[in-house]
């Protein structure tokens, strides 16, 4: 059974009432993601499925649309082979009526159904249809097959959907692997390497329906594909050249590719070849081209929160729809009206609707979008461009009230005072743009007004107009630069930035749920380094090595990572040690000359009799240098091995965030043990190692690690709450000493945390000086062996430039000890005994705290840099401004910054004066994104 199946059933077992935020917040696997993420329901979301209708699902899987089609028909029939999908499916929509849930192979279901339905689905199985399967009569076999009998078995008004990917789709001609073969171009040179599984192109579907006998056909486009769906196109409206506004396109392994996809979309659409490309088809098929739905065009918005989630569909008819895409969406959808309400009454053009079957209902508007008549008229008619602007910023303007400069809420306002601000608007409608406007004979007319923000400077929305538009269009700048729109309405280098970061930082993250969706928005990332070294590949034989730019920050890691090996040199020979440098060291003394341009650490490796002795030397090194074993830093360490750390300095692993013990840059030390010339003897004792390993890890930092398979992790993490520390080093230790054949001729790292490769005794003897950097280091004689072993025989070949990165995710400061990010971000109530706690900042965080630590270390006071909120209180506690805290003496106030902009904060107090404060961020990604920058 596949371990990520069991993990995601057991996900299911234990989130409630089916929110998994909290689940892809943490795991990063597609197929987690795939199977528990919105997105999937907005494959058919969208869909006017009858409410007294009866659906087949085949092919379940973990019930992602099962969910969808249970609030939308009134009996579900959901086919799946695998019983621990279909225990999930079960365990999903508990509690809804009028679902079964059938454990069975639907190939073979379908062979024996004798009911009619009025919806059967397909989504993702038509590929799995081998040729043997044949209808009786023996006229029609494999997905054609299929097909037809599906079609048998609809009532007459009845539907029947089948999703594919398609072969020829845009993303493979990228160089992106098919998901059916897993390698590059398979699809499109007619490669299938798992059996059974193949693709089709658009043509080669309309063929199988047509030879299935299919009276009504029509074929709908999801994008990025219909595993994900954001927009679903059809014939009848196929895209307009904006698709890059509005699409989110991801790769699940961006490795292979050799063009950006999402840059090729605008020649797709010109070229009006979109539906030959389309990543993905949605089939719908009647046996009545009258029964086929009206629906042309449908916008999704999966990824806003269920109460924010919404599809905008347009008909043949001329009308258009904003439907929520579940119920918890209703009263967000009704509130949308009284903002649109409110814009009319103020005079704004804006299409309006009303909430009617559930939805809210409008009149289908055929004039082009605002966004794409800017780009025709910037090249041509530059006054056109410019007044359409200024309409904008007129209609801002007319759209709410005003209030004062001092009740303005942007943080911005209050930390650059001396900039030109006015209007400060008490309904800023965010949503004034072309992104969310047509413009047709009587002007501007806007539609979705869905955001709003409450005593915001009029110029942050024009803002979000003009830099959009340049964004999506940045050839406008070559007809009007952005500057001229800039300097028109009077905003400054210093709050365009602004701008910027409120944008970046707290409107999109909130809008599109950052924290939850951060992984969908890694697969988003293409490498242009990687493509071009790809290109080059398919044409070149010659190496291709663009220069890696170092950044200065990274040099003065270096240094010091340069002081700890020459201390460590220093000891050695003090000491008569013997050491070798290793991996990626020795590669970089070896290819560089140093250090490898992307590395970030230093590796030795010891004779275990030299390694034993340093270990009981340890407590001589000088500070601010410390010897770190799993004994003498419980909280922190694990490996086995020893670390040489630079007290003076910041290196905190993404795993030690939050950990006591000493966290400087360092350096590894490893063992070099003798062993058995027998790999399985090898292996069997790095398993042991592992298991150790793997206890300790579970032990220090509560959970075990995520490659582990779920139920292990589990294990390991109940094993490791009642296993002493102390014993569990023991236990590693023991096997670390096993089996040392001192008369051997091998000799193998097993700390390492992989399977070790076996090395002759004789690579090493006595070694050689290698230059690196500034160092004379020993490497072993025999280094390119050893390089050969351990980095490939073509070791002097330069990796792919996705794999140049750094390897040690976290915070590092080479002028700054870990002392002071472990003072101010996790030891957030020391010394708070006794002292009035005050909270900076009465943000969204400020609720997080208080639900967290309310009642324990409960705030006398908030300070906060709005104006407007001083004297008000929030959940009973009074809101000051920033200099009454000068009133109150340092001995007896514990401050606690707690907002997301903790850093412009900081340097605030910092010129108040104020040194002593610490820092509550929600969620520790924020603070490493923020701080581990190199």
Not at 301 to 314: E, H, I, M, N, P
Not at 661 to 684: A, F
Not at 706 to 731: D, E, F, N, V
Not at 910 to 919: L, N
């Amino acid at each position: 059974m596949d371990c990520v199946d069991k993990d995601i059933l057991e996900y299911i077992k234990d989130e409630n009432y089916g929110d998994y935020d909290s689940v892809l917040e943490r795991d990063h696997r597609f197929e987690v993601f795939e199977q528990l993420a919105d997105y999937r329901q907005g494959l058919l979301g969208w869909y006017d499925f009858s409410s007294e209708g009866k659906l087949l699902e085949l092919g379940a899987e973990f019930g992602a649309l099962t969910e969808l089609f249970c609030r939308k028909c009134q009996k579900v029939v959901a086919v799946e082979e695998s019983y621990v999908r279909a225990e999930g499916i079960r365990l999903r929509c508990k509690g809804t009526t009028g679902l079964t849930v059938v454990e069975k192979d639907w190939r073979e279901y379908i062979r024996e159904l004798d009911e009619k339905y009025d919806y059967i689905v397909l989504a993702g199985g038509l590929e799995q249809v081998e040729q043997d399967f044949v209808l009786s009569g023996g006229k029609l076999s494999g997905p054609s097959a299929v097909i037809k009998l599906l079609l048998q078995h609809l009532n007459p008004e009845g539907k029947l959907f089948i999703a594919v990917d398609n072969r020829l789709g845009l993303r493979y001609f990228c160089g992106e692997k098919d998901r059916n073969a897993d390698r590059p171009f398979a699809g499109i040179n007619r490669i299938w390497q798992r059996s059974g599984r193949q693709s089709f192109s658009r043509q080669e579907l309309l063929e199988l329906a047509e030879d299935a006998g299919v009276s009504g056909i029509k074929c709908y486009y999801p994008l990025p594909d219909w595993h994900l769906p954001q927009l679903i196109y059809t014939d009848e409206h196929l895209p307009e050249d904006n698709l890059n506004e509005r699409l989110m396109v991801y790769h699940l392994d961006n490795s292979t590719l050799v063009v950006d996809e999402s840059k090729l979309y605008s020649d797709i659409v010109k070229g009006e070849v979109f539906p030959f490309f389309a990543n993905s088809f949605l089939l719908e098929l009647a046996n009545e081209r009258d029964a086929l739905s009206k629906i042309v065009y449908a916008a999704l918005s999966t990824d806003r929160g269920r109460d924010k989630a919404f599809a905008t569909v347009l008909y043949s008819d001329g009308k258009a729809a904003k439907k929520p895409l579940f119920p918890q969406g209703e009263p967000y959808a009704q509130s949308l009206i009284e903002k649109t309400t409110y814009l009319k009454e103020r005079g704004i053009p804006v299409l309006s609707g009303k909430w009617q079957n559930g939805q809210i209902e409008m009149q289908r508007i055929s004039a082009p979008m605002l966004s794409i008549f800017l780009k025709d008229v910037v090249r041509s008619k530059s006054e056109l461009f410019l007044r359409i602007f200024d309409d904008l910023w007129q209609y801002i303007l007319q759209s709410s009230d005003t209030v004062n400069i001092e009740e303005c809420a942007m943080v911005a306002c209050k930390e650059l005072p001396a900039e030109p601000w006015e209007p400060i608007l008490e309904k800023a409608s965010l949503e004034l743009i072309p992104l969310n406007s047509f413009y047709g004979e009587n002007g501007i007319l806007f539609f979705d007004q869905e955001y709003v923000r409450e005593n915001y400077p009029a110029k942050y929305v024009i803002f979000r107009a003009i830099h959009y538009t340049y964004a999506f269009t940045p050839e406008s700048e070559e007809y009007i630069p952005r500057r001229e729109l800039m300097n028109r309405y009077s905003i400054t280098d210093k709050m365009w930035q602004a701008f910027v970061e409120e944008e970046n930082k707290v409107f999109l993250p909130e809008v599109r749920q950052h924290n939850i969706y951060k992984h969908f928005y890694r697969w988003m990332q293409v490498d242009a380094a990687q493509m071009r070294r790809n290109s080059l590949i398919l044409g070149l034989d010659e190496e291709y090595s663009p220069e890696y730019i170092v950044s200065d920050k990274m040099k003065k890691i270096w240094q010091v990572q340069y002081g700890i090996l020459g201390a460590f040199q220093e000891f050695c020979q003090a000491h008569g040690l013997t050491y070798y440098v290793f991996f990626g060291t020795l590669l970089g003394a070896v290819r560089h000359g140093g250090f490898i341009p992307w590395d970030d650490d230093v590796d030795v490796v010891m004779p275990r009799e030299d390694y034993d002795r340093l270990l009981e030397l340890g407590h001589a090194f000088p500070a601010p240098y410390f010897l770190q074993t799993m004994e003498n830093d419980p909280d922190t360490f694990y490996g086995g091995y020893v670390r040489l750390r630079n007290d003076d300095t910041t290196g905190i692993g993404r795993d030690d965030f939050g950990h006591d013990g000493h966290l400087g840059i360092w350096m590894d030390i490893m063992p070099l043990d003798y062993c058995s010339s027998d790999r399985k003897k090898v292996k069997k004792k790095a398993g042991r190692i592992h298991l150790w390993q793997s206890l300790l890890y579970a032990k220090i930092y509560g959970e075990s690690r995520q490659y582990i398979p779920y139920g292990l992790r589990t294990l390991h993490s109940l094993a490791a709450k009642i296993m002493p520390h102390s014993w569990l080093c023991r236990r590693l230790q023991a096997v670390l000493h096993s089996d040392l054949k001192d008369g051997s001729n091998y000799l193998a790292i097993f700390t390492n945390g992989t399977t070790p490769g076996i090395f002759e005794k004789d690579f090493f003897g006595e070694g050689l000086k290698l230059t690196f950097g500034s160092l004379l280091v020993r490497a072993p004689k025999e280094y390119e062996k050893c390089l050969q072993l351990t980095a490939g025989r073509d070791f002097m070949k330069l990796p792919p430039m996705s794999k140049r990165k750094p390897h040690h995710l976290g915070i590092f400061n080479p002028e700054v000890s870990y002392v002071r990010y472990r003072d101010i971000f996790w030891k957030l109530f020391d010394g708070a005994e006794g002292k009035t706690v005050v909270l900076f900042g009465g943000g969204f965080m400020f609720e997080d705290y208080m639900k967290k630590y309310g009642r324990a270390y409960p705030p006398a006071f908030i300070v906060d840099n709005d104006e407007k909120k001083w004297g008000t209180t929030r959940k009973g506690v009074e809101i000051i401004e920033p200099e009454k805290l000068l009133d109150m003496p340092e001995s007896q106030r514990h401050l606690i910054i707690c907002s997301i902009h903790y850093k412009a904060i900081s340097e605030q107090l910092e010129k108040m004066g104020i040194k002593k404060y610490k820092v509550y961020v929600q969620e520790r990604e924020w603070i490493l994104e923020d701080e581990q920058g190199r």
